[in-house]
């Protein structure tokens, strides 16, 4: 059984600071690793992606990998009031097409 | 609009009575992926389809849910004298190609309803 674990939140941060959204999986076979982000009502909306270990940079978003320790997670810099909303991981194993979502964190940044 | 189309966006029915959701990939994509979500609650997965084809339906109630991708025209996600317990969010996604590193990119989604 593959899994996907988020802290459910919610994470609540002053605007202007950085949020830290975490994502652990269990299967090591994973190879591919999706952050989406889903406003209340609304559909998941894809931020990033990020295949290697490391540190993928996208504006104010950084996606961190190491699947070493098996987790993966999102900074988001200058948190901003635009930015409150749940954020799914999601993640691929290889030669799966279907990805294993978590239940996403909920995040709050307030003025 | 290139986008992930679902319509409709909102769909009530009494129980009992059969829904249709549709789903109109993003342009170039053939590759379909249907999800339900129920408030509170994460995505879960249901079926997989490309043009004329059911790759992987296991996470497809065995009773009263079909879906189809037929050669024209949208994916239909068919769900059957209906019970209160189906109201939930149906998510559509699609990607470009086959693939473990193929990105997912959903559409609106369409809420059902189930009086």
């Known amino acids: 059984q593959k899994e996907v674990e988020q802290n459910s939140g919610p994470l609540s941060v002053p605007e202007g600071a950085i949020a830290s959204l975490n994502c652990t999986y269990s299967?090591?076979?994973?190879?591919?690793f999706f952050w989406y982000r889903q406003y209340s009502g609304k559909s998941p909306e894809l931020i990033m992606f990020?295949?290697?270990?490391g540190d993928k940079e996208d504006g104010r978003f950084t996606a961190q990998l190491n699947k070493a320790s098996q987790y993966v997670s999102l900074l988001i810099r200058d948190s901003q009031p635009s930015d409150s909303a749940t954020y799914l991981c999601?993640?691929?194993?290889?030669?799966?097409?279907?990805?294993?979502f978590g239940r996403g964190t909920s995040l709050i940044v307030h003025p | 609009n290139a986008g992930v189309m679902q319509n409709p966006r909102h769909l009530v029915r009494r129980r009992g009575q059969e829904a249709r959701l549709r789903c109109s990939p993003m342009?170039?994509?053939?590759?379909v992926y249907w999800y339900r979500q129920l408030p509170e609650e994460g995505l879960k997965f249901m079926v997989y389809?490309?043009?004329?084809?059911?790759?992987?339906e296991s996470g497809m109630p065995k009773e009263r849910f079909s879906a189809e991708f037929p050669k024209e025209g949208p994916s239909i996600l068919r769900i059957q004298q209906v019970v209160r317990g189906d109201s939930a969010a149906y998510f559509c996604a699609s990607s470009g190609a086959e693939g473990s590193t193929d990105t997912q990119y959903f559409g609106p989604g369409t809420r059902l309803t189930v009086l």
């Open positions: 342009k170039g994509h053939s590759h």
């Open positions: 990020i295949y290697s270990n």
């Open positions: 299967d090591r076979g994973s190879q591919s």
């Open positions: 999601a993640v691929l194993s290889g030669g799966s097409y279907i990805p294993t």
């Open positions: 389809l490309q043009k004329e084809n059911i790759i992987d």
